[in-house]
């Protein structure tokens, strides 16, 4: 069964800390795998997109890495700042020639930061 | 360039009304999907669609919602006879291309709340 499972389910930390958060799934084919940040009561917003060759990706103070072999992902964030409060959501798209609804999402990690 | 427009963001209907969720993709864009996101969990694929085809349907409960892409105008999500487990943040996205290749856009989302 394709499922994307992500931790921690949820994480508070001080201002200017760093974290990682993780993603794991059992998707196949696996066809690119990609990053959200969805701020309360808003849509979601892409942060990186990686290919299965793609080991890591930065964007800003955004960092995701990739080991296809294992079927991890981690994003990692540097010197978080309050506006970094929100839920970061895995997803895994299939690779499918036929239909296009193929994007298997986590169900997120919820970071809190506290001044 | 206006960004996935979705209205209304926020809908109340009584049991037994029916409820219309409206999506303008972001411009140049030809292709859209609906997904359904219930409080603490992820987003679940509902349907895509392409101009005036409906794509891939597998996400759709197979009474009371029905959703459309006509030639001219937005997509539409129609909810009928709505019952309280409909109550949800419904979510549209769009992309240029298909969502193996292409990048994909949110709107904020429509909350219907069934009483």
């Known amino acids: 069964k394709n499922q994307v499972e992500q931790s921690p389910q949820s994480l508070i930390i001080l201002e200017g800390k760093n974290c990682t958060l993780q993603?794991?799934?059992?998707?196949?084919?696996?066809?690119?795998l990609r990053w959200y940040k969805q701020d309360t009561g808003r849509g979601p917003v892409s942060l990186t997109i990686?290919?299965?060759?793609?080991n890591t990706k930065s964007n800003g103070r955004y960092t995701a890495t990739l080991d296809a072999d294992t079927k991890q992902s981690s994003l990692h964030i540097t010197a978080s700042q309050l506006s970094d409060s929100a839920s970061y959501i895995c997803?895994?798209?299939?690779?499918?020639?036929?239909?296009?609804?193929?994007?298997?999402f986590g169900k997120g990690t919820k970071l809190s930061v506290k001044p | 360039n206006a960004g996935v427009m979705q209205n209304p963001r926020h809908l109340v209907r009584r049991r037994g009304q029916e409820a219309r969720l409206r999506c303008s993709p972001m411009?140049?864009?030809?292709?859209v999907y609906w997904y359904r996101q219930l409080p603490e969990e992820g987003l679940k694929f509902m349907v895509y669609?392409?101009?005036?085809?409906?794509?891939?349907e597998s996400g759709m409960p197979k009474e009371r919602f029905s959703a459309e892409f006509p030639k001219e105008g937005p997509s539409i999500l129609r909810i009928q006879q709505v019952v309280r487990g409909d109550s949800a943040a419904y979510f549209c996205?769009?992309?240029?291309?298909?969502?193996?290749?292409?990048?994909?856009?949110f709107g904020e989302g429509s909350r219907l709340t069934v009483l």
């Open positions: 996205a769009s992309s240029r291309a298909g969502t193996s290749a292409g990048e994909l856009f």
């Open positions: 993603c794991n799934y059992t998707v196949s084919p696996f066809s690119n």
């Open positions: 990686m290919t299965f060759s793609e």
């Open positions: 997803v895994v798209i299939l690779n499918y020639g036929g239909s296009q609804g193929n994007l298997i």
């Open positions: 411009k140049g864009h030809s292709h």
């Open positions: 669609l392409q101009k005036e085809n409906i794509i891939d």
